[in-house]
Each structure stands twice: as C-alpha cells, then as structure tokens.
C-alpha cells in the first residue's frame, strides 16, 4: 500500500476521500524499504484487501504488527484505512479513528502523520454525516409508515365511501317507488278523511296511506262531541260526505252526514234537536284573502274549515261516500 502525501486546500467530499484511500491502498509504499523482509507479508495483507477480504487482512496486519514492531506506523496507517474503507460492511470509524490516533502518539515523527491527521478530520466529519443520514433516515421512514398509514386509512374511507353511495343509491331507489307510488294514489280518490279536533288536522287517506294533510278551524266551541242544535260544537263520530255545494257561501262544501243514530239518541234523550248542516268547507265568500289565518281562530258554527284552494283540492279527492272519521 503506497503512502501518499495529500496536499488539499479544503474538506474532502465523501467520494474522493475514498479514491484516495484506495489509492493508498493499491499503489505500494515507496518509502518503505523494498529489502525489508515484511516485505511479503504486507503484500498478502494487500492482495487480501484488494480481494475484499477486509478481516483477513486486518489479521494478517495485526500478524505484522506483532512481529514487526518497527513496522507499527504503517500498519497502524493502513489498518485505519481499512477500518474506514466504505467497502467493508464491517467498518468501524471508531476502530480507525483509534489507530490514526495512536500512531500521531506513538510515532510522532512518521511520514504518516499529517495523513492521518488528515484522516482524522475526514473521518470525524464521515461519523457526523452518517448521524444525520441515519437520523434522516430514521425520519423518512417514520414519515413512509405515517404515509402508509393514512393510505390505509384513506382505502378504509373509500370503502367506506362506496358503500354509503350504495346505500345512498338504494335509498333513492326506495324513494322513486314511492314517490311513484304517492302519486298513483293521488292520481286516485281518498277512501277516508281523517279529522282530528284536538291538533286542528284534517287528513286525506287512500288505501291506509295519507295523501294529504291541512290545517283547519272548528267550531267556535269545540271541545265534546256536538249535542244540540246552535251548541257551536263539531261533531265526533262516524260519518260519509252524502253531498257537495259548489255554490255555497262558503266557497264550496262537502256535506257530512250528521247526524247519525247515536247523535239523534242523544238530542232525544236531552229533548233538544241535534241539529244539521255539518259541512267541510272553504272560507266565507269575499273573504279568500286570510287564507291560512283563518286556523288561527274556531270560527265556524260546527262546521271544519280550510282555505278555498284547500277545498277545491279536497273535492278533486273525496267522493261521495268516503268515510268521515272525526276524533275528539
């Protein structure tokens, strides 16, 4: 292995100093004197380096170093070499940096000692690099798992995402039946009218299903079933509608058929008359315009009361004859 005198004016970047190294390695030790009988013996530690048999010429060094003490800064130079070489999978900066340090105490005077200061510089600015190589790369791939990570977290979401679109598509499948279906019953008649005192509804029904629903206003004493004639009460029951006036005060009506048996038992049992004329109906003539406040108020004499556009749709739907269930 050649000694070398390097000359460099600033730091050495990584690939060079390996050059160089392996230079040093290659060339043979002119210095060194050619009859010297380790002659030999460096050789072989040489051909076992250039072999890539790293350990073994460390051993065949150390071999040198014991029997040929005088030898030592050589050996010393060219095992620190070795253990710094970026070829050997075992290099170990530490190791090097130990023999270039002992050969500057021990061998003060060495042509080797400027080269291994050298080296010590080089090989220290080496150790700090690979720290924060490795610490870089302790980062990426902290940062490569974290990025996995949220992949796998973003296939969950997809999945999961698809599924809801599933779920979204069957329910607006769902929706399409039965918007066809509420208008299949629309397009046909309402078999009952549903009218609940106690929340002021009035609800259309087809086939068990509600078509449709309204606000309305009572009688201006709601509460009981009607008794009597001028009571002001609407009455609570089981009736159809029997007739409609189209040309009624009120719009347009639909008669109920009040009273049934049980209502003409009971005004017989008070001595009283039950009284008639029980209508679903719109709002007086001349007075369309309040529109949805008339529910604010029970203002009729018994009879219910929707907006006029309410009760012309009503009389697009109920027939005569459909069931009329009022509920307290």
Same mark, same amino acid.
């Given at each position: 292995?050649?000694?070398?005198?390097?000359?460099?004016?600033?730091?050495?970047?990584?690939?060079?100093?390996?050059?160089?190294?392996?230079?040093?390695?290659?060339?043979?030790?002119?210095?060194?004197?050619?009859?010297?009988?380790?002659?030999?013996?460096?050789?072989?530690?040489?051909?076992?380096?250039?072999?890539?048999?790293?350990?073994?010429?460390?051993?065949?060094?150390?071999?040198?170093?014991?029997?040929?003490?005088?030898?030592?800064?050589?050996?010393?130079?060219?095992?620190?070499?070795?253990?710094?070489?970026?070829?050997?999978?075992?290099?170990?900066?530490?190791?090097?940096?130990?023999?270039?340090?002992?050969?500057?105490?021990?061998?003060? $005077?060495?042509?080797?000692?400027?080269?291994?200061?050298?080296?010590?510089?080089?090989?220290?600015?080496?150790?700090?690099?690979?720290?924060?190589?490795?610490?870089?790369?302790?980062?990426?791939?902290?940062?490569?798992? $974290?990025?996995?990570?949220?992949?796998?977290?973003?296939?969950?979401?997809?999945?999961?995402?698809?599924?809801?679109?599933?779920?979204?598509?069957?329910?607006?499948?769902?929706?399409?039946?039965?918007?066809?279906?509420?208008?299949?019953?629309?397009?046909?008649?309402?078999?009952?009218?549903?009218?609940?005192?106690?929340?002021?509804?009035?609800?259309?029904?087809?086939?068990?299903?509600?078509?449709?629903?309204?606000?309305?206003?009572? $009688?201006?004493?709601?509460?009981?079933?009607?008794?009597?004639? $001028?009571?002001?009460?609407?009455?609570?029951?089981?009736?159809?509608?029997?007739?409609?006036?189209?040309?009624?005060?009120?719009?347009?009506?639909?008669?109920?058929?009040?009273?049934?048996?049980?209502?003409?038992?009971?005004?017989?049992?008070?001595?009283?008359?039950?009284?008639?004329?029980?209508?679903?109906?719109?709002?007086?003539?001349?007075?369309?315009?309040?529109?949805?406040?008339?529910?604010?108020?029970?203002?009729?004499?018994?009879?219910?009361?929707?907006?006029?556009?309410?009760?012309?749709?009503?009389?697009?739907?109920?027939?005569?004859?459909?069931?009329?269930?009022?509920?307290?």
């Amino acid at each position: 292995m050649a000694k070398k005198q390097i000359r460099i004016g600033g730091p050495l970047p990584i690939f060079l100093a390996c050059l160089i190294i392996t230079s040093l390695l290659i060339d043979g030790c002119s210095h060194f004197n050619k009859g010297f009988q380790a002659e030999s013996t460096f050789k072989e530690a040489n051909d076992l380096f250039n072999q890539g048999s790293y350990q073994a010429s460390l051993s065949k060094y150390e071999q040198i170093i014991d029997k040929y003490p005088r030898a030592g800064d050589r050996v010393l130079f060219e095992m620190g070499i070795i253990y710094a070489h970026p070829g050997n999978e075992q290099k170990d900066y530490r190791k090097s940096l130990e023999c270039f340090q002992k050969l500057i105490k021990d061998y003060p $005077g060495s042509v080797y000692r400027k080269d291994s200061e050298m080296m010590i510089f080089h090989i220290n600015n080496i150790a700090i690099k690979d720290k924060t190589i490795a610490r870089q790369q302790a980062q990426i791939e902290t940062l490569q798992q $974290g990025l996995n990570r949220e992949r796998n977290e973003i296939k969950i979401l997809h999945k999961k995402i698809e599924a809801l679109e599933q779920e979204v598509k069957s329910k607006e499948n769902e929706i399409i039946a039965l918007q066809k279906e509420v208008l299949a019953i629309q397009k046909g008649p309402a078999d009952k009218i549903l009218i609940e005192k106690k929340e002021r509804r009035l609800t259309l029904i087809s086939k068990g299903k509600v078509l449709k629903t309204y606000k309305i206003a009572l $009688g201006g004493n709601p509460d009981g079933p009607k008794e009597r004639q $001028g009571d002001n009460k609407t009455p609570e029951g089981t009736y159809v509608i029997d007739s409609r006036n189209k040309d009624s005060r009120y719009h347009l009506s639909l008669h109920i058929s009040y009273p049934n048996e049980k209502d003409k038992k009971r005004a017989r049992d008070f001595g009283v008359s039950p009284g008639g004329d029980i209508m679903i109906h719109g709002i007086k003539n001349g007075f369309s315009w309040v529109g949805d406040f008339h529910s604010g108020v029970d203002w009729t004499k018994g009879c219910i009361a929707v907006t006029d556009e309410e009760i012309e749709e009503i009389d697009q739907l109920v027939p005569n004859g459909t069931i009329v269930e009022i509920r307290p």
